[in-house]
């Protein structure tokens, strides 16, 4: 591997509380996310794997360490850009446990809504989001509300919008965990695909043994502290 | 105002999503705007019927007792043979003395209040414009009504101990508290005056002054000048009487917008504040539970990375939205039921464009609360659960 790493942590560390409430939920954890790889964060329950995948998507402030996502500086002991909320819009998708389609919004409207803030005319959005829904095979739901969507297409709608800016990052946050395991697998091949296409670096946090042969590579997290990488046998 | 693009409003989908909920709201939101519309027109109704009594008299000047500010204002009485006094003043075209008083008539079983005005014949003060039927012609036990009173033509009305034929009606003349007027002969008034004062009273009048003839008093005497002669330096010029003073027809205008519509202002001006302030927390409200219930949505934008005014827009259009359209729902309404109100109301645009005004400021400050909650969510909290 060559290429630059998109996301390159080095000795974050992050805690909540102050004094016996104190919980160190990351502890100088580095890590290095190259383009077009599929990466999995496992580990137990409050090991602060959802507490990593913020830091790394401009969520939650560390305490200290640096980030440097993209090839920018972001993070150096504060964050170094003020405008994260731009730098996510732009840069990084992210794919949630519970889909968190706007109830109000159709399919491909949820899509179009992200690129519209980032600036698209409602006509280019619509026809980008289009675009996407047939990428991922669900176009045919593009008029569906999301109380109508099985979980499955849900789930890929919510992918195609991760995808509507063409970000550089894709954070999962345990994808599958609302999917039969045929369906978990189809996503799992879709991140997969969107990664090798679109040399996305695609990070993925989950509990699911199933799909741990999916991965480029697993970090495991205990107690806020990286153990040693697996580097799967491809 | 930022606006996510014609295709995809958040505002109006989001609005479109819960859309019964919006419009029953909107529904009660536009009786309360309604109500605030209806009350301003009953008050430049009010304006209008009051001022509508004074400038039917056809007067450029008002002589009235000394030191008041008669007749509307204050009581003012002036005797009667003061009018020849003041008919004989240089410039004067003519002259009438005219009787103010609240009378309650019985009619087809029924009480109704009326403002019985007596007036000379064809003299500055009487019946101004009869629309049917004619002016009063005869000295005695003829009566002017005017149509809001619900007499016919010819019909008999029983007033003290007389009793008058209708024999003409105007159109729209009636008293500030909203009585209909009633024309008849300043003569026949004062009989009425006399025989409707309780006896005691009445032997006190008549111990005090001391003489007949103290029926002939009037409230003011009426003054039509001749063309070019001052309103103004002539009621100046009268007031230096002592036991006269004058008002020109804009004085007397202003005095009576200021005594009498004063406390009518007053009062719907509390009661539209009253509303207006019931319409903010309901406004608030909504839009509150609105973003409450969009917390989810609105931490999920800001995941995305939507800036804080795209969400602040989300809000407050939605704000402005229900404003908008329940005050035209509200405006559409009194419109529509107009002329079913026991009370004239006057809709001007210019009173209309301002309480819109208020409004969409009043859904300003609603919106804050919301604001200030969507401004607080944490877009982490999009990942939880
Ligand atoms: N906002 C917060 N305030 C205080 N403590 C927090 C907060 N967020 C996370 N924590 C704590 O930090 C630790 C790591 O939490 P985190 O959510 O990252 O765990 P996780 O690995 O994602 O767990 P799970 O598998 O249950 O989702 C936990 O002990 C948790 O209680
Ligand atoms: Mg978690």
Excluded at chain 2, 102 to 117: D, P
């Amino acid at each position: 591997m060559a290429e630059l790493p998109i996301v390159e942590i080095r000795g974050i560390s992050k805690h909540f509380g102050e004094g016996p409430a104190r919980v160190d939920a990351l502890r100088d954890v580095s890590l290095d996310v190259f383009p077009g790889t599929v990466v999995g964060l496992r580990g137990p329950s409050g090991s602060g794997k959802s507490t990593l995948l913020n830091v790394i998507g401009c969520i939650l402030e560390p305490n200290s360490g640096s980030m440097r996502l993209n090839g920018e500086l972001v993070y150096d002991g504060k964050w170094l850009r003020v405008d994260l909320r731009g730098l996510r819009l732009e840069k990084i998708g992210f794919i949630f446990q519970a889909h968190n389609l706007l109830p109000f919004l159709n399919a491909w409207e949820n899509v179009a809504v992200a690129r519209i803030l980032a600036g698209a005319s409602p006509a280019q959005a619509k026809s980008r989001a289009l675009e996407l829904l047939s990428y991922l095979g669900v176009e045919r739901r593009k008029d569906a509300m999301p109380g109508e969507l099985s979980g499955g297409e849900a789930q890929r709608i919510a992918i195609a919008r991760a995808l509507a800016n063409d970000p550089r990052i894709v954070l999962a946050d345990e994808p599958t965990a609302a999917l039969d395991s045929q369906r978990a697998g189809a996503v799992m091949d879709l991140l997969r695909k969107v990664a090798t296409e679109r040399r996305t670096a695609v990070i993925v946090v989950t509990h699911d043994e199933k799909i741990f042969d999916r991965f480029d590579r697993i970090y495991s997290l205990r107690d806020g502290a990286m153990e040693a990488p697996h580097p799967q046998a491809a | 105002m930022p606006v996510t693009g014609r295709d995809v409003n958040l505002a109006l989908k989001d609005i479109r999503h819960n859309l019964g909920r919006f419009l029953l709201t909107c529904l009660g939101l536009s009786l309360l705007l309604g109500i605030v519309l209806a009350m301003v027109g009953i008050y430049r109704g009010l304006i209008l019927e009051s001022l509508g009594l004074v400038r039917a008299a056809g007067a450029q000047v008002w002589v009235v007792e000394g030191d008041t500010r008669g007749p509307f204002a204050e009581a003012s009485r002036l005797p009667g043979d003061m009018r020849r006094v003041v008919a004989a003043q240089w410039g004067v075209a003519a002259a009438g003395g005219v009787s103010y008083q609240n009378v309650e008539a019985q009619h087809r079983g029924r009480t109704r209040r009326l403002l019985v005005v007596g007036a000379q014949i064809a003299r500055p003060g009487e019946a101004p414009l009869v629309v049917e039927g004619r002016p009063i012609q005869r000295s005695r036990y003829e009566a002017v009504s005017d149509r809001a009173a619900g007499f016919a033509l010819g019909e008999q009305i029983k007033l003290g101990r007389d009793t008058f034929t209708v024999v003409g009606l105007t159109e729209g003349l009636v008293a500030s508290g909203g009585d209909p007027v009633l024309f008849i002969t300043l003569r026949d008034a004062q009989k009425l005056q006399f025989d409707l004062t309780p006896a005691a009273a009445r032997r006190e009048a008549a111990r005090t002054s001391g003489a007949a003839g103290t029926t002939d008093t009037v409230n003011a005497i009426l003054v039509q000048l001749l063309p070019g002669v001052d309103a103004k330096r002539f009621a100046q010029d009268i007031a230096r009487w002592k036991h006269l003073a004058a008002l020109t027809q804009d004085e007397q205008e202003t005095v009576l917008a200021r005594s009498v519509i004063d406390r009518a202002r007053r009062q719907i001006g509390l009661f539209t504040s009253l509303l207006l302030t019931v319409s903010t927390v309901i406004i608030g409200l909504i839009i509150y539970t609105m973003t409450i219930d969009k917390k989810k949505s609105i931490a999920t934008l800001k995941l995305i990375g939507a800036p804080d005014r795209r969400i602040v827009g989300l809000i407050v259009q939605q704000a402005l939205a229900m404003g908008t359209i329940s005050f035209v729902a509200g405006a559409a309404l009194i419109n529509a039921g107009q002329g079913y109100f026991p009370r004239r109301v006057v809709l001007e645009p210019a009173d209309a464009a301002t309480l819109f005004g208020v409004v969409l400021v009043v859904c300003l400050l609603a919106s804050a609360l919301g604001v200030r909650t969507a401004l607080k969510i944490d877009p982490a909290s999009a990942l939880a659960g």
